[in-house]
């Protein structure tokens, strides 16, 4: 099996990704304003900042769409004044932002992700190579809003996040043919997985992983008890499922 990916759920859809000694945070670094999802609450942004707890290292940040569960560019400029990390993958901001001009004055280095950059393989370490493609956000009134799922190796170990994709028109095209060892997915998507009316294309993951999901106490949709039904129907064609439901969570793959 060789060294496992560590993943821990922080709140929300943000994971630490924890591989041969390095930690990539994605969508992890978010505000308490305009969305019905978990907040990251003041304890955890403050041990972010300061390096403490599970936080002690960060090496890369990546986000995939600018929404505010998602990415504040407001917190992760304030985050980059306080700690050094190596590398940021965000998509590219409209002009010039307070965000994007900061990091250039101090020269970190940053992948603006643009159809321009769709697909492209970004070897960060020698064991990690990151990958991401544009779809449309699953919400009609959010199609102009650029997103990114994310494909990244792990030595011989694929993993995808899909995010907020939308399902309903995006079959994967650019995955046909490959193993995947995990794929990221919210409970939305996971409750039509096996829908062909809803999403007519396949992912081909040893194991589904379902995140995004609420904590019980913010739970205002009831997502939280669709998911919990749906896995209960699972495997199906073999194919494992787990969730990560629940603060600082992990699993290893």
């Known amino acids: 099996m060789g060294e496992a990916l560590r993943v821990t759920l922080v709140v929300n859809a943000g994971l630490l990704l924890e591989y041969r000694g390095v930690t990539l945070l994605m969508d992890g670094i978010y505000g308490t304003e305009g969305h019905p ?76 992700l643009s159809r321009e950059t769709d697909r492209a393989a970004y070897r960060i370490e020698p064991h990690i190579t990151v990958r991401a493609f544009a779809t449309r956000h699953l919400d009609k009134k959010y199609y102009g809003v650029p997103h990114f799922c994310y494909l990244i190796d792990f030595d011989d170990k694929q993993v995808l996040f899909t995010v907020d994709t939308d399902y309903t028109s995006e079959t994967f095209p650019a995955l046909s043919g490959k193993n995947l060892r995990a794929a990221f997915v919210n409970p939305l998507f996971f409750h039509v997985l096996d829908r062909p009316k809803f999403f007519s294309g396949r992912l081909d993951a040893e194991e589904i992983c379902v995140y995004h999901v609420p904590f019980a106490e913010d739970d205002s949709m009831g997502m939280r008890r669709i998911l919990f039904r749906d896995l209960e129907q699972w495997p199906k064609g073999g194919q494992q499922a787990r969730a990560l439901t629940e603060p600082f969570q992990q699993l290893l793959l």
């Open 37 to 112: 999802f978990s907040n990251l609450t003041p304890e955890l942004w403050q041990q972010m900042l300061e390096g403490t707890g599970r936080f002690r290292k960060i090496d890369y940040l990546l986000f995939t769409h600018h929404h505010p569960d998602h990415f504040s560019p407001a917190m992760t400029l304030e985050f980059l004044q306080r700690r050094p990390v190596k590398g940021v993958f965000k998509p590219a901001a409209e002009g010039e932002s307070r965000l994007d001009s900061w990091m250039l004055e101090h020269r970190i280095p940053c992948v603006s």
